[in-house]
């Protein structure tokens, strides 16, 4: 009977350690928190309908929405006096840009991921801003975690009141 060597075994073991530590030091993203948002209320945010596009002058974004949103999106809102029904929410993805190196003509596609900004309508929870929250959750590429930008879920509030007749929404759903 063979035996193996017990610095084999030490090494194995210091190995599965040092790997069990890494999966465990990975960052859940479903666990950040900013106030009572969390990133959690937002799970399966990456299988949402598209309802636009965006691009500023460093960042390409796309804005989803879960199925209530949607339903009023394609109902005409955001319109001036209409509310989206509780239980709306919006995510913007946001990431870089570059030239589509395999293009054959001039295009920008995403490169890295920025940040996850998020939108949600619970007038319970949020009575304080006509029922909307806002987080926004920066991505950190180096350490593959999201960090809530601020301290208090409602500070996209002040920049939306510019869109209040329209519940606050500044994306609109385009023509298809």
């Known amino acids: ?18 790997l069990g530590t890494m999966a465990l030091a990975a960052q859940d993203r479903y666990t950040v928190k900013l106030g009572k948002l969390s990133f ?3 799970k399966g945010y990456e299988d949402w309908k598209d309802v636009a596009v965006s691009q500023t ?3 390409l974004k796309v804005i989803v929405a879960n199925d209530v949103m949607m339903k009023a999106y394609r ?12 239980g709306s929410k919006i995510v913007k993805i946001e990431w870089s ?11 920008q596609v995403p490169d890295k991921l920025a940040a996850v900004d998020v939108i949600e309508k619970d007038s319970k929870r949020f009575p304080d801003t006509h029922g909307w929250a806002y987080a926004n959750f920066v991505y950190d590429a180096a350490a593959d975690t999201f960090t809530p ?18 519940d606050y929404i500044f994306t609109e759903y385009p023509k298809r």
Do not use: W
């Not at 840009?97 to 295009?107: E, G």
């Open 57 to 59: 002058e460093k960042q």
């Open 97 to 107: 840009f570059k030239k589509n190196p395999v293009s054959p003509y001039f295009v």
């Open 1 to 18: 009977m063979k035996r193996t060597p017990s610095s084999v075994i030490v090494i194995i073991l210091v190995l599965l350690a040092g």
């Open 149 to 166: 930008e601020g301290t208090e879920p409602n500070c996209g509030y002040a920049c939306h009141t510019a869109v209040a007749s329209k």
């Open 40 to 42: 959690a209320d937002f």
């Open 75 to 86: 109902q005409g809102l955001p319109a001036d006096g209409k509310l989206f029904p509780e």
